[in-house]
Every structure is written in C-alpha cells, then in structure tokens.
C-alpha cells in the first residue's frame, strides 16, 4: 500500500506578534511548526502502513526551509519525503496551491507507486480554509471523506475503505472506494514520535526536492500569484474598542459585586438567566 | 502552500507577480453572471440556521447590486425540502432553485458537488455563500474547484465595492490581522461565513415565490460512496454552543483539568453552554468541540463569561458578538479587558465557586418570588 500525506509548514501562530505601531506581523524568530492537523493525518497514514505493510510518503510545498518539517515528518517514521518547491508558487492561494499539489501526487504515483489514499489535515491553523485537501480531491478525480474523525476498515483487496465522518450533530459512517483522499479531524489517539531508528534513518535520509518543471507542471501560469483567483488586496488591523473593561473592585462580597454590575448594564439579563436556570 | 491568505509570497519574481486577476475588464464569458446565492444547508431534515444568517448578509448584497437573492435548495424530495425553500422566501429570498431527488437524502460530496456545480453552470450567479460548517467547507471546495474560481474562507464581513466586485475580509495570522479579498476575473465569487457571525435577520411570514426546479441527473450507481449509518453525538441535544444564550468557558488561568469543572459547575447553575480556549484543547483537558476562536467556534450569546482566559486575538475574534462579555482575570493587563464591557481582576479559582453560589441563590424561583411580592 502507499499513502500520500500532504503537511505544511507554518508559523506558529500561538507566537505571532503584531507590531503595535505599524501594526504589521513580526515574523523575526517566530518559529515553524507542522500544521498540528497535519500531524494527525501522519498518524492515521502510519497507523495504516504499520498494519497492512507499505509506505508512507510526505510531500509538501513551501520554500527550501519546509524541508525541516519533511524531515521532522521522517523521524516520526514516514518512509519518504517530497519537496515542491520553486519561485514560481510563491503567492498562491488555495485554488492555485491544489493545481501545485495534484500535479505532484501524480508524479509521486508515477514515480514510486500510485498512492491508495492521499491524506492532509482538516485544515491549517495559518490559512483555516480546509479547502485545500477537497481541492486536490477535485483535481485528481478522487473520492473524497473530510473531517474523518476515525477509520474504521480498510479492505485492500476490496479496494473499500469505511471511516466516520464528523458531521452536525454526530458522526457519518461511509464507505467508499480507494483510492481516495481523506482529511483528518484531530485524533483521539496520540501521535507517535518515532523510534531511535527512524531518527537515524531521516538523518541520512535525503529529501526529494522537485521543481514545477521536475514534478511535471505543465501551465505555470495555474501555479502562485498568476494561478490565484483571489487577490488580497488590503490587510489592516482589526479596530480597537472605544473603551477598556469596567473593572469591579473585588471587596469583600466579589461575587454579588459582579453579578449587580453586569444586572446593571443589562437590566434585560436577570429575567433571562432566571428563565435559562428554570430550563426554558 | 499559503492560503488566501498568501503567507509568503513576497519575494516572487517579477514575471511571477504579474497577476492575471487584477485585470480590470470582466472576461466576456463571465458577463451574463448576476445575481447573489445563498446555499441552504439541510441535513437530516434541518436547516442550518448559519443559512439564514447568510441570507441576511445575502440580501444587503443583493440590495446594493440591485440584483435578486436567490436561495439554493439541494435535499430529499419532500416535505423538508419544500418547507426549507419556503423559509427561505420568509428570510429575503426572491426566488429558489430546488434540485430535490432521494439521492441526496443524505450529504455525499460527490451528489451535492453535482447538483451546485450544475446549477451554478445553468443560472449563473456572481456571487455564491455558504456556510463554513462541515458540509459547507466539504462542498465548497469541491465546487470552486470545479469551477476553477475564487473561494474567500471565513468571512467575517461582505460587501460589494464601487465597481460591483464582492469584497470579502477575513481575519488571517490567527486573527490578529483581517485581510479583505477580491475575486476579480473568475465567476461565481465565492465566500464561506462561520455560524453566528453574521446576525439572524428578522423571519418575515411571506407566501411561498418563484422555485425554479433542477434535475440532479444521477443515479444510485453513479455514486460510489455510500452512507451506511449516523451515529448521533451523545449530548447533541445539549451541545449547542454557536448558539447559547450564556456561555461559560476557562483558560489557562484555572491552572489545572480539574479546575476546570469550576466552569461547568457555573455553566449548570446558568443553564449555559461551556466552552474553554485554544491552549486547554492543545494540552487536551477539553475536546475540541469546545473551544472558542478563530480555530473554533464563534459565539453570539447574550452573556459570556471569560474565567481565567488572557484573550488572545485568536479568543477575541470568536466572542466579539456577545452582548455582554464579564473577565476574570488576575492580570489586570491581560488583553481581555481591552474588549470585555464588565471585569473584575481577581482569581477565577476563587470567584468561580462564589459566582456560582451567588447565582444559584439569586435565580432560584423562590428568590423570584420573593423579588415579585
């Protein structure tokens, strides 16, 4: 079997700052991670690999510097790594970004195996779309099962795959045909971080690294900023509001303070929260 | 791999950077495309309420173009459909375009990316929203995908520029920047809006207009994915947190998981919904489902109740829509009293019990009385 995760490398946003004058983001030594998603995804392809035998292959598109996260990807015990990488993907967005990713899963299967199952996060916690994974499901004609929250069976021979599926209110159970591309939710299981050997292994392990010319784009206009349908065209800091907290003083009775405050400002909240506590 | 959202583009060669978006002038095949759309989201039987919210941002839309709102109406032939395309009129909707078969009884991306794909290509709308739930986001990129056009996630606000265009802005770094987004040469425009960010417009009751019915045109062998069952969420009845009234939720302040049923126990004297932030999720005292934020849920109750919670830019994006949001902090610098109306700088550990002794004892139906005589 052979399985396709996509990750992104993206910056840890919990330590993103802005600046507070020019109100522009400070990237200087915010560091990278995986998209924790992602990591889930990883963990479901491996869980499967460990089962029924086969490989797992990583890809990712980013610059040269996303090769760290490839490598990480490898400690953890993935069998091979892919990096799409060249200027010409700069800028893309979502859209553009499944054109880059689909011709590379195409040129992973054509290389070392079409994969069975193609696996990203359910989203990535920089651009939150969760647009990306149905993208390249689009784009390379597979099934696709988003917000997988458990796979329940695999049947190789069957060429049939049953998960459970998040949806409102409770979970789906589908059952579909391989290959496909799944997206998964977070797990309930935790995520491995690899034996000594696989450390050792991704330590002389070298990262495939392929150009748009390499991995077989064939319209560079489809890639990055040209490939882009959407255009960003003003960013700003959200407005600040007018006024701060009134603060209660805590004195000896904080709590009646507290709820005589907020009663106060909404003379409407007592009879509502009465009627709530009541269960109406 | 950025995202709208465009993380790192900045260093793109010249050539690379000559964007075929910002051409002004409309490709002519794109020019017959009117109208403003708003996808109705049923699922067993029920109408997400976030479509009748986006209705609500749909019509000021269409109102500005002076085009109709149309609503989208994909489900089960029947009662649930037809009554969902009836509500849809009661909401603002000129008209509907129903693709009912029993294929669709259930979301499959597969029939439901048909069914929109078709209608889009046959009627021609300029501007398409969807809600950002779990089917919205699972069909919406297969749809612009096939449609090869723009799809902004996450709006938290639309509206429509000097020239016509849809200006879509979402929050990007984890909200602590909103970026406004153009889809300038590529039809339909197209947008997800989260649950309970925009506000529910009033139901007007109004007699049912103009339905215009489309075929799916598939069979049950077209479609390979198959549902087998639906395992309902054990408290699903009571796990409606976009949608509370009052909503308690901690932070990193309560210092540990067992601290946490401090926030619970409030939350239960209250009838509310409890929620938490995003490190309590990543350090998995709390499940996922609960977290408030730009990565989970936005919330518009009546009260929120921040316990413990510094509030993050992340945190504020997702309770700005509160009436009335009350802190609890020990630090008196921590930024969630730079939005929150009521605060009080002390220890959440502490106040919890009190305030939810405190409230027990004020709404308890015999101190009602005693209040009324």
């Known amino acids: ?280 | 791999m950025s995202e709208p959202n465009k993380s790192e583009p900045t260093k793109a060669p010249a050539a690379a950077n000559s964007r075929a978006a910002t051409k002004k002038e409309l490709p002519e095949h794109f020019k017959g495309y009117k109208h403003v759309w708003v996808f109705v989201e049923q699922e067993r039987g029920h109408v997400h309420p976030v479509s009748w919210e986006l209705m609500g941002a749909g019509r000021k839309l269409a109102d500005k173009l002076k085009v109709d709102l149309a609503a989208v109406v994909i489900g089960p032939t029947g009662a649930a459909t037809e009554q969902a395309a009836a509500e849809a009129f009661c909401y603002g909707a000129d008209l509907a375009y129903v693709v009912a078969d029993d294929l669709l009884t259930h979301y499959r991306n597969e029939a439901y990316t048909k069914a929109l794909t078709d209608v889009v290509n046959t009627y021609k709308p300029e501007i398409l929203l969807l809600g950002a739930t779990t089917l919205g986001r699972d069909l919406a990129g297969s749809v612009a995908t096939t449609l090869l056009t723009g799809l902004t996630a996450d709006c938290t606000e639309l509206d429509v520029d000097a020239d016509g265009s849809l200006a879509a802005t979402r929050p990007t770094f984890g909200g602590s920047l909103l970026c406004t987004i153009y889809t300038l040469n590529y039809r339909p425009q197209m947008a997800t809006v989260r649950p309970r960010v925009m506000a529910m417009p009033d139901r007007e009751a109004r007699p049912a207009g103009r339905i215009i019915n489309h075929p799916l045109g598939l069979i049950e062998d077209d479609i390979v994915t198959k549902v087998l069952s639906f395992l309902p969420d054990r408290d699903s009845a009571k796990s409606n947190l976009a949608y509370a009234d009052v909503v308690v939720a901690g932070g990193l302040g309560l210092g540990s998981p067992e601290n946490f049923q401090l926030v619970r126990q409030l939350a239960s004297v209250l009838g509310a919904e409890f929620g938490c932030s995003r490190p309590l999720v990543q350090k998995g005292w709390v499940t996922s489902d609960r977290q408030i934020g730009q990565t989970g849920k936005t919330i518009r109750p009546k009260l929120y109740i921040a316990a413990g919670i510094s509030g993050a830019i992340q945190h504020r994006v997702g309770v700005e829509g509160a009436d009335l949001i009350v802190a609890i902090n020990t630090d008196k610098n921590a930024p969630i009293f730079e939005f929150a109306h009521v605060g009080i700088v002390t220890d959440a550990i502490r106040l919890l019990p009190a305030l939810t002794e405190a409230f027990r004892a004020r709404l308890s139906p015999h101190s009602r009385d005693r209040i009324a005589s």
């Open chain 1, 1 to 280: 079997m052979h399985i396709v995760v996509c990750i992104k490398q993206v910056p840890d946003s919990a330590q993103i700052r802005v600046h507070p004058v020019t109100n522009t983001i400070m990237r200087q030594g915010v560091p990278t991670i995986i998209n924790p998603y992602d990591l889930f995804a990883l963990e479901a392809a491996l869980a499967l690999r460990d089962k029924f035998g086969g490989e797992v292959t990583v890809l990712t598109m980013g610059p040269p510097s996303a090769a760290d996260s490839l490598r990480k990807a490898l400690t953890f015990g993935a069998d091979r790594a892919v990096l799409l990488t060249d200027r010409f993907f700069a800028g893309a967005d979502t859209l553009a970004t499944t054109y880059a990713l689909a011709t590379a899963v195409r040129k992973i299967g054509d290389t070392f195996g079409a994969p069975d199952i193609v696996f990203t996060g359910k989203q990535t916690i920089d651009g939150d779309t969760a647009q990306v994974g149905p993208g390249i499901a689009k784009r390379l004609g597979l099934l696709q099962l988003t917000y997988v929250a458990r796979i329940a069976e695999l049947d190789l021979a069957a060429r049939s795959v049953k998960v459970e599926r998040r949806s409102e209110g409770g979970l789906q159970v589908l059952q579909t045909r391989l290959p496909c591309l799944i997206t998964m939710l977070e797990a309930t299981n935790e995520i491995r971080r690899g034996t000594m050997a696989d450390a050792l292994r991704a330590a002389r392990a070298e990262v495939v690294t392929w150009s748009a010319q390499v991995a077989g784009v064939e319209d560079i206009s489809k890639c990055g900023l040209r490939g882009s349908p959407t255009i960003v065209k003003r960013v700003f800091a959200p407005s600040p509001r007018a006024e701060k907290a009134a603060l209660v003083e805590a004195g000896d009775a904080p709590a009646d303070a507290l709820i005589n405050e907020m009663f106060r400002r909404q003379p409407k909240l007592e009879s509502e929260l009465a009627a709530l506590a009541r269960g109406y």
